[in-house]
């Protein structure tokens, strides 16, 4: 922000590398100025179609997330569809919630799921494979419990912690025909994810109470061992999640 702001002159890069810090640092925080600069990029006929992608996804996600009050949330599909177009991952988890929740197009959950593996498979947010498995699960034209409880394993064990809670959940008492139930791991992803998060889910506390000491000890040190996993690199987490 600061090398930027001293750049004499107008240029896409200058507004789009003011319009990203003052989108993405805390201390510079300030979305009205990032939403001028990303307009002023996008109205440049000199600003490349990467440039106008970053700028049309992170506009788009402010709309989106009600952070600016210029135009409507539902405006923000456009700016979305644009970044996609243009291959921002960034803008792939946000327009599939688009796609998802019907917002500013008709709801499609299957581009819903395209774009939630899209931004998951990209890295941007790996709470796609979450989004996409609770879909196959949940929508009556895209069920598909295999793929569903996959994607949510996936995710469980990159470390997206409502993807860790909802496996834990499942687990307990398993998924016949799908998933046998595991009442040590169970317990140990909730464990997980409540110290990723904060906050407990209300089936952790008759789970805890419904072990043995020695279950019990087993689950902390499997929840250790978890987020010694995560610190490492996330293909060997998701290694042993198939392991279970």
Do not use: M
């Not at 979450?130 to 470390?159: H, M, Q, S, V, W």
């Not at 000890?217 to 995560?230: D, F, G, S, V, Y």
């Amino acid at each position: 922000f600061s090398i930027a702001s001293k750049v004499q002159g107008s240029s896409p890069l200058k507004s789009l590398a003011i319009g990203l810090s003052s989108y993405f640092d805390a201390e510079l925080e300030n979305n009205e100025l990032a939403a001028k600069e990303f307009l002023n990029v996008l109205n440049s006929t000199d600003a490349t179609p990467d440039q106008k992608g970053f700028a049309s996804t992170f506009y788009g996600t402010l709309l989106l997330d009600q952070l600016i009050q210029d135009k409507p949330s539902s405006a923000a599909f456009s700016y979305l569809k644009v970044g996609a177009d243009a291959n921002t991952p960034h803008a792939y988890y946000p327009l599939a919630f688009c796609y998802e929740e019907g917002l500013g197009v008709t709801q499609d959950h299957a581009k819903a799921i395209e774009y939630y593996l899209a931004a998951a498979e990209s890295e941007p947010d790996i709470r796609g494979y979450y989004r996409a498995g609770i879909l196959y699960l949940n929508d009556d034209e895209t069920f598909d419990a295999d793929k569903g409880i996959g994607l949510i394993k996936k995710g469980a064990y990159l470390g997206d912690p409502d993807a860790q809670a909802d496996l834990g959940v499942i687990l307990w008492d398993g998924l016949p025909g799908f998933l046998e139930g595991n009442k040590i791991e169970a317990l140990a992803l909730l464990l997980s994810a409540t110290r990723k998060t904060g906050i407990e889910r209300e089936e952790l506390k008759s789970f805890r109470e419904s072990l043995s000491p020695a279950d019990h000890e087993e689950a902390e040190n499997r929840t250790l061992e978890l987020q010694i996993l995560l610190s490492g690199p996330k293909t060997k987490a998701v290694i042993i999640a198939y392991q279970i």
